[in-house]
Structures are given as C-alpha cells and as structure tokens.
C-alpha cells in the first residue's frame, strides 16, 4: 500500500496569504518548506487511488505527484473522495472536479452530504456520471459501497470522532460530523489510519491507531492556546475542533507508547512543530513520531 502526503497544512496553508507569523514569513523567504493544503493518497497498485479530503490547491498536488498524471487524453487517476468533514479546506477542491467526465464516487457521512450537496459548487457530483454515498459511521466495511474494484483491494472502515461542524454551520456537535477512515489492503493486510481531524482522541480512535501500522494524526496546533497567545486569532484550538498535540492530555502524550508508525498531517501555519529546531518538533521527534510534508510517500507493507 501506498500513502501520498499530498498536502500537509490545514486551512490556508503555508504561507498562509495574509499570515506575517514566523513560520509563513521562513516559508516565503525560502528558509522553510511551503505547504499546500491536506489531501492524502492511498492506493493497491499505484494506478487506481482512493483520495481523503480535497483541498483546493488539488491541482497543483497533482501536478507534483507523477503517480497521479493522467495517462491519456482525458484520465482519472482516483476512482472516489472520501471526506472526513464538510470544512471548506477539506472540500473546495470538488469543484477542481466539475470538468471531470469519468465517474468518481463521493463517499461521506449523512450530515456531511446534507451540508454540502445542496451548495452549488457540489450538488453535480449528487447525480451521474458520480455518485455521493452517505454511510453512517458504524465499523462495516463500505468498500463494496465504491465499487467492486476498489472492495476487491481494500477494506475500508468509517470511524466516528469526535469533532464539530464547520463555522459556517455553527460549530455544533452532530454524529458523522467528523470521521476518521481505516483502509486496510486485503492481499498484505497492510493498513492506514487517517484521522486528520479529531477534537478528542477518544478510546475508539485509540483502538483504531493500535490496530493500524501507520496513524496519519491531527497535528493543527501543538499547544491549545498558541493563536491567541501569539495574536493570530482569538480562538483556541480546541474551539475550532482540533486536540492539541502537545501537553499533559495532548495527542503526543496518548500515542507516545504505541509501536507503529504515527505521522502528523494537517499543520496549521501558527504550530511551532513547522521549525524543526523548535522544543515542540524535538517533543515529536523523542516520541519517535513524525511531521508530514507535502509530498511525503509513505509505503506499508507487511512480511
């Protein structure tokens, strides 16, 4: 199996365009990396992809991941989206989408679909050639709910976080408003977990990264109040639906003993983690954990 970092920012990337913090101001100057947005990868055999999460910045991952180059006039290299929210960084690159003729499948929660459909820049991908699913997150394997392709490859397993809503629907609490996947290759049993999006790592999520050989995990913030204490925003992390990397009841903390491989994705330009001489990269590295960049290729396999 095959995971493809294809952005390893959260919403507005790195720089972010109206950001002067120190990590966008190294990124413009060429002292750092920049970051576009969080999209992963995943495929079998590297010619048929499964992709989680759709930034708008799709494009231009594409066009830096040969892998997904089309291979004739007109050619889909995915064969569905699956969403793990209905955030606008995590879904605004559907509309990237909207010249596509080949059929894809949009795969998402009830309430995700119920978000987003009935928005203009969405709804075309409700009727054919595509087609949405909305699963209920309940642990069945909804890889047959693709095609029989993609279920002859994988297994594929929803799992309910706990998250919110998107601002521009209140920040509530709903089930399915937040879902992690769990995509697991039949012929190794090689297997994934993406949960780029949590605000608690609860004991289900625990469960689910103990079971996985490699946790692709939410890393937005490092600390729950490093916007407002660096006068970026006056919001905390945890208000805005992200548990915080760092600290006593941190994510580091809880998965700082498991034996697989755990990966932070989904970086917000304020995380000091983005500086690797920084005492919260040092924190990650001593955990024998890992912070993605765009690009990343992460390959699993089992003996």
């Keep these: 199996m095959i995971v493809r970092i294809l952005g390893s920012a959260a919403g507005g ?140 490859q994988f297994e594929i397993r929803m799992v309910d976080v706990p998250g919110l809503l998107p601002g521009y629907a209140g920040r509530g609490t709903a089930r399915g408003a937040v879902v992690a996947y769990v995509l697991r290759e039949r012929a190794s049993g090689a297997s994934v977990l993406a949960a780029p999006v949590f605000s608690d790592l609860d004991e289900t999520l625990m469960e689910a990264a103990r079971a996985s050989d490699v946790v692709l995990l939410d890393g937005s913030f490092f600390s729950d109040d490093e916007m407002p204490r660096d006068g970026l925003m006056r919001k905390t992390a945890r208000s805005l639906g992200h548990a915080p990397v760092g600290g006593v009841d941190g994510t580091l903390a809880r998965v700082r003993g498991l034996a697989n491989r755990r990966v932070f994705v989904h970086l917000n330009n304020s995380n000091p983690v983005l500086d690797p001489a920084s005492p919260a990269a040092q924190d990650v590295a001593a955990a024998g954990c890992e912070i993605a960049y765009d690009g990343m290729r992460i390959s699993i396999a089992r003996v």
């Design 13 to 152: 990337g790195v720089p972010q365009w109206n950001c002067g913090c120190g990590n966008c101001v190294r990124a413009r100057n060429g002292e750092a990396p920049m970051r576009t947005q969080s999209s992963i990868a995943v495929s079998a055999d590297e010619r048929a992809w499964l992709l989680i999460n759709v930034s708008v910045d799709l494009a231009r991952q594409f066009a830096a991941t040969p892998e997904l180059w089309p291979v004739a006039a007109r050619a889909t290299p995915f064969a569905a989206v699956l969403l793990t929210d209905a955030n606008v960084d995590h879904t605004a690159g559907l509309a990237e989408l909207r010249q596509d003729p080949d059929a894809f499948v949009v795969l998402s929660t009830p309430v995700v679909k119920s978000l987003l459909v009935p928005q203009l820049a969405y709804e075309r991908f409700d009727r054919p050639p595509h087609r949405w699913i909305a699963c209920d997150p309940g642990g069945r394997d909804i890889a047959p709910d693709i095609d029989d392709a993609i279920a002859a």
